[in-house]
């Protein structure tokens, strides 16, 4: 097995554990923080979002990223096989739809969040700004992650 194999198959781990996160966000922790008081639920994804912010998540999210844009460059400078154009593209899904859109859509989210000021009031205010956007674009970064761990699979198993 060479290093691009090895290479695409962490990859498609790092991408499928990436869009397991994001699915868990949208499939129940959400929905677990609609349960709660609206200051209460801002409250909370203040915290959510100081842990997450450490390098176990870092590493996952933005170490796959790297690793993907590395194995794409160097597939692109070899000579092409059945295997190259899956990973570019899985490459591209991914620093599209998890790095641009996390920095993009959901980290400016979480900034204003953790911003507004603690009172009840403004508090609630954040949160019903906050969420259905934040939500939305953690959709986009489940279907990105997860499409671009199957590109890798469908390569590994058709061109690999």
Known sequence: MDLIVVGVILSAVGAGVAAGVFFAFSAFVMQGLDALPEADAARAMRALNVTAVRWPLMLE????????????????LLPPDGLTWWVVAAAALYVVSVVLVTGGGNV?????????????GALSEAWRAFRPGWVRWNHVRTIGAATSCALLVIGLVVGG
């Not at 999210?61 to 692109?76: E, P, S």
């Not at 979480?110 to 603690?118: E, G, K, M, P, S």
Request: no cysteine.
């Open 108 to 120: 400016p989210r979480n900034n204003a969040l953790a911003a507004a000021r603690d009172e009840h």
């Open 61 to 76: 999210l933005f170490g796959t990223a790297l690793l993907l844009a590395a194995i794409a460059v160097a597939d692109l």
